[in-house]
């Protein structure tokens, strides 16, 4: 009966060896070897404290049996009491020194109790006697890849594979010492030879699926990290790196989700909250977010992230002096954190230090080479200095930031480059971001229009039909029928990388045309019918910018007060036409109490109906408006603009004056700043005397 428990236990069958085990011990109550079965069965079932009392009767009834120690410390180690357990291997191995498992797991327990040169000792012990056990190889990789021996790990590892080629567990070590070591594309190799051979290998999937994330391949990252998830939905570690990737596509809710769900796992997993802080901020959950970094800092007061993250929501709000205080607080534990060298960097740059800016997104990318954010931050100071050819060079890593500037599209045929001039190509030009920038960068396409080249342009649908009504010659198409219309294109281009292309340097803006766009002309007549009185001019005015939640700090320094306009709407020879989208009905009616006049166009959707704001911004004889997309409309329309901003402080490169003051991409737009206009009301002043000039 005792030889079927054996024979049981060496199949795996595990319940029927603990059954015919438990038949010996009520028949020989008195065999050690009947106990030490049903022991090693409850054990291997992850029954560990089941299986002590079975030990503890077999080696009381045989104290001299090496094999009983070496299976009762296994129970031992499993319940993690290492100490124990090294005692009773180091009894076993004084017993029997040839016998192979002991040594083994000694190696392991004394390695889980920091006995480094015991544990090593242990397993080259193993190996003298066994040297072709690929476990004892797997672990001593294992143990040489956590003291930091990348190159004996590695060579371990093949040991083991070369022994047995199936292994999984040592193709995915393997891969994360070979990720380490800079060898990225071997690293795939055995990644996924570990899911080939262990498909239910969830950390070989969340470490593939990482390893991805981190080369900067997120979207063929996530369904990995998915079906590591999905394997082992108990595990912390895997959710949070599913939640960094879902963080870094801008699908922040499922971020936070998933973020939610590793701390209910393991509420003291530090990372996991900072992450989820991260996530919380970019959907502009401002006070749990901040919470959560706080929380970091309170049981781990050196984690620079926590630090260098609150530094960042507190600028967010404006809390100037406590934001550079975690900066600082970041760099003293680690001076080169890259992420803190390129938010206080961007801090300087919003307050108009962009010298001191540069040099610490400089020292940012010394710091971390492929810190994306920093490069892009630097690329859009150098486009404010006029250093084109190099700003867009850094510009194009927008898609690589954390979260990403843009989304960059999956096309199958190849980008457009300057190598394609002239070949007689169609391109399929490509939206991103926002309205203003489609505006902005859709300036440079008659200067691709005059090379030769032919293209179909994808843009917001509220703005074909005025492209359509001013360059018939192009193909221009709305989001939903651009995969369609893209279908017969052989190369791709993103908006925002025509200026790359086309705008290398200062004397190219020359190219700029003076108007891009026609309004609709009926509906222009109209509206001037309607607002323009006798000796009077009509003024179109837009105050306000409306930004997602995560970028309050942008929408603060962007948006001006209506109130400032009052004065101005009192002039008797001006009739102000209120061009601001959004809910202002607050703003006005203060306004008007004040004593301001402003016109408006009630049955005008200004949000919606941009064939309307054109028309109604060509009825005007001038505009007056912070950075928003009004500025851009009156630009594309070539009409008179003034574009006001704050002590000289750009909201972005393009609203940086040329010699002239006007902008270098909207030849119509003046730009109305400087160092001593430090409030609205100064600024709206200052437009007041460039209308009577």
Known sequence: ???????????????????????????????????EVLGAALSAQGRAAEALPSFDRARELHPASASIRHNRAQALFNLRRFAEARDELQEAVRLKPELH??????????????????????????????????ETQY??????????????????????????????????????????????????????????????????WSNWGTALRESGRVVEAIPLLERGAALRPDSAPILNNLGIAYFERNRFREAVDCQRRALELWPGFHESRNNLGNALAALGEEDESIACYREVIAHVPDHADAHSNLGLMLQERGDIEAAIA???????IKPDHADALNNYGYLLQEQ???????????????????????????????????????????????????????????????????????????????????????????????????????????????LVPAYARSHPQWKVVPPERSEVEFAGCDRHLAIASLPRMLRPTRESFAAQPRALLVADPERARGYRGRLQAPGQRVIGI???????????????????????????????????????????????????????????????????????????????????????????LAGVLGKETYLVYLRANPPFHYWVPDENGHSPWYPSVRVVTGVQLDNWEKALDAVDERLDA
């Open 101 to 134: 498992p002991a040594w083994n797991l000694l190696g392991n327990t004394l390695a889980a109790l920091g006995d480094a040169a015991g544990a090593e000792r242990a397993y080259r012990r193993a190996l003298a006697l066994r040297p072709d056990h690929a």
């Open 542 to 632: 837009s105050w306000r910018s409306f930004q997602p939640s995560p970028r309050a700090y942008l929408q603060r320094k962007k948006s001006g007060s209506l109130a400032a306009f009052t004065r101005l709407s009192q002039r008797g020879d001006l009739t102000l036409l209120d061009l601001q989208y959004g809910d202002t009905a607050q703003e006005r009616e203060a306004f008007r109490a004040a004593g301001g006049r402003l016109a408006r166009l009630d049955e005008l959707d200004l949000f919606d109906d941009l064939e309307g704001v054109l028309a109604a911004i060509e009825a005007c004889d001038a505009i007056v408006t912070t950075s928003n997309v009004t500025a851009h």
């Open 1 to 35: 009966m005792l030889g079927e428990a054996i024979a049981y236990f060496q199949q795996g069958r595990l319940a029927e060896a603990e059954a015919v085990a438990r038949q010996c011990v009520a028949t020989e109550p008195l065999r050690p070897e009947a106990h």
């Open 352 to 462: 108009g230090k962009r010298d001191a800016a540069m040099a610490l997104y400089e020292r940012a990318m010394v710091a971390n080479p492929n810190s994306a954010r920093a490069a892009y931050n630097l690329g859009l100071a150098r486009l404010c200095r006029f250093e084109f050819a190099e700003g867009w060079r850094l510009c194009e890593l927008r898609y690589h930031t954390t979260p990403p500037v843009a989304i960059l599209r999956p096309f199958r045929v190849p980008e457009f480059s300057t190598a394609d001039w002239g070949q007689g190509h169609r391109i399929a030009i490509w939206r991103e971001q926002g309205v203003g920038d489609q505006l902005l960068y859709s300036t440079l396409l008659p200067s691709l229009e005059a090379r030769g080249e032919d293209f179909v342009v994808e843009l917001d649908a509220r």
């Open 326 to 332: 975690e900066y600082e607080r970041t760099l003293a």
């Open 139 to 204: 672990n001593l990789a294992l143990f040489f890849q956590h003291a930091g021996r990348l190159d004996e790990a590695i060579a371990c590892y093949r040991k083991a594979l070369a022994l047995r080629p199936t292994l999984a567990a040592a193709h995915n070590n393997l891969a994360n010492a070979l990720k380490m070591k800079g060898r990225i594309d071997d690293a795939f190799l055995h990644y996924e030879q570990a899911v080939r051979h262990e498909p239910r290998l969830a950390d070989a």
